[in-house]
């Protein structure tokens, strides 16, 4: 298996859905699109209506978008459909788990060794050392800055990111990242930035998704391989 550190899924942009942004097929599918080609390293739907069915069909089709693009499909809360999709399109499904969603030992164990499982770490290296002791494949902190998306998300420190480094897992940065926080975010040890509002709220998705990555290419990490 491809180390953590080494695995380019797990570095530059990671873009995450929104239904409010993108509240349909439609728009959902052609918004993806654009930013897939634009080069984005992960993609996280992220749905929260109890709509099974629509759930169903809409990560099914993003799955199938995302093969094309060679570039992984992760599941926002929801193991059992990430299992599902996974017995369909194999190991470039994942999953990404909060504190108040399933346990990440029971999703790894259903998911298998391979599957790309994320975990939410707000701003504790207590959680990202277990996180990481229960198989996480990388750890997300935040929020760094003011989030359009979740307002309420409670805010973190960037030095986080330096204290956890000898983890030896990616670390994600969330939460009001954009094309003027990107860098702070990157220069205090983020492998990868997540964004929501900040693609998928633009105009300019492909604009967006370059100029982000432009950032993270720009910016030399602390505690960085
Ligand atoms: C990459 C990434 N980081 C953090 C989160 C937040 O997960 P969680 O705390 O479970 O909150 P919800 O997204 O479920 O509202 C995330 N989704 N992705
Ligand atoms: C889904 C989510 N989780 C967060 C956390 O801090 O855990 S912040 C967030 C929303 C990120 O959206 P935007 O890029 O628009 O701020
Ligand atoms: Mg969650």
Not at 21 to 35: I, K, N, Y
Not at 87 to 106: K, P
Request: aromatic share 4%; with cysteine.
């Amino acid at each position: 298996m491809v180390a953590a550190l080494d695995n380019p899924a797990l570095r530059g942009i990671y873009a995450i859905t929104d239904s409010h942004l993108l509240p349909d097929d439609r728009s959902l599918l052609g918004a993806c699109e654009t930013a897939l080609e634009a080069g984005i390293a992960l993609l996280q739907y992220r749905d929260k209506s109890a709509d099974d069915a629509l759930r169903w069909r809409q990560s099914d089709a993003l799955a199938a978008l995302c093969e094309r693009h060679a570039v992984p499909l992760i599941i926002n809360d929801d193991l059992a459909l990430a299992q599902r999709l996974q017995q369909r399109w194999g190991a470039s499904i994942g999953l990404h788990l909060g504190q108040e969603d399933a346990r990440l030992s029971e999703a790894r164990e259903r998911l298998g060794g391979a599957a790309i499982i994320g975990a939410t770490c707000y701003d504790s290296t207590r959680l990202a050392t277990a996180a990481a002791q229960a198989g996480a494949s990388y750890l997300a902190f935040g929020r760094f800055f003011a989030s359009k998306t979740k307002p309420e998300a409670s805010p973190a420190r960037l030095s986080v990111l330096s204290e956890v480094a000898t983890l030896g897992l990616p670390r994600v940065a969330i939460g009001g990242i954009d094309i003027d926080t990107a860098g702070q975010a990157r220069a205090a040890g983020a492998e990868m930035l997540a964004v929501v509002h900040a693609i998928f709220g633009m105009p300019d998705i492909a604009g967006a998704v370059r100029a982000l990555a432009t950032a993270v290419d720009a910016t030399a990490a602390v505690g960085q391989r």
